[in-house]
């Protein structure tokens, strides 16, 4: 009898561990918005916007071409939404999250020509224009610690990946990707596997070339990726692992081995 009781009460608990655990991930949900010039009113594309709670940065995402941004699985409670561009004064936004949430459009107004810098609460801005280039910072985006290389680059502009894992650039497949400014033979080779195995941790930006340098040109090339990496890779031998967790899918695993810094170029 007593075996059957502690059966019992432990079945009892499991249930209700299970039960507690799915009730809390229904409870995510979405928060979205979309980022307006207040004097053009013409869309912000490319803000950063961060959700922090706790003086801690939580998530953040980048506005798209229409200016829409949105976060998935956000857990109900309060919150700060951070949005800053280059050109453009920062702004800071209470949000108390219980259900869907849509902020509407969010105004932001130009910051005139006393720009030096744009600083979201200490936070360095995750993307960065240049004349020839958008810089995305992985090493400002908290999500960089989970996340692998392919993952980022969803949330990269100008890039996109499809479902099958496959990277485009501006809709396109006509780019090359390099490895610290130079060719990898294994990114020419199979790029969906190499990128799916990289954490993003050990990344520091990853640029998007829209101007190709002239040796280039006659490849008639979309664009260049080039991937920055925390510490480049000396000769000798370099491995990595990577494990993650996927619904549906169920967990998945890669791994890539180098034998020596000739053999990436």
Do not use: H
Not at 15 to 33: M, R, S
């Amino acid at each position: 009898m007593s075996r059957s009781l502690l059966f019992l009460c432990s079945l009892m608990l499991c249930i209700f561990f299970t039960a507690t655990n799915l009730k809390a991930q229904e409870k995510a949900v979405q928060v979205k918005g979309v980022v307006i010039d207040s004097l053009t009113q013409k869309p912000g594309e490319y803000f950063t916007i961060a959700l922090k709670k706790d003086s801690i940065v939580v998530k953040s995402v980048i506005s798209d071409e229409q200016g829409k941004f949105s976060f998935a699985a956000v857990n109900p409670g309060p919150y700060t939404l951070i949005v800053g561009s280059l050109g453009y004064k920062s702004k800071q936004i209470a949000v108390k999250v219980a259900n869907e949430t849509d902020l509407g459009k969010i105004l932001m107004k130009p910051q005139g020509n006393d720009l030096s810098e744009v600083s979201i609460v200490g936070s360095k801005p995750i993307i960065k224009q240049e004349p020839d280039r958008i810089v995305y910072d992985t090493q400002a985006d908290p999500e960089s610690k989970v996340l692998t290389v392919l993952d980022m680059m969803r949330k990269v502009p100008l890039l996109s990946v499809d479902a099958d894992d496959n990277v485009k650039l501006k809709g396109t497949g006509n780019y090359r990707i390099l490895i610290n400014g130079k060719p990898s033979g294994i990114l020419t080779r199979d790029p969906k596997e190499y990128l799916r195995s990289m954490p993003a941790n050990g990344v520091q930006k990853i640029e998007v070339i829209t101007t190709p340098p002239s040796k280039y040109e006659s490849e008639g090339l979309a664009g260049l990726i080039n991937i920055i990496t925390s510490k480049k890779t000396d000769n000798g031998y370099n491995g990595n692992l990577n494990v993650r967790n996927q619904f549906p899918g169920g967990p998945s695993g890669n791994a890539n081995f180098t034998l020596s810094k000739e053999t990436l170029v």
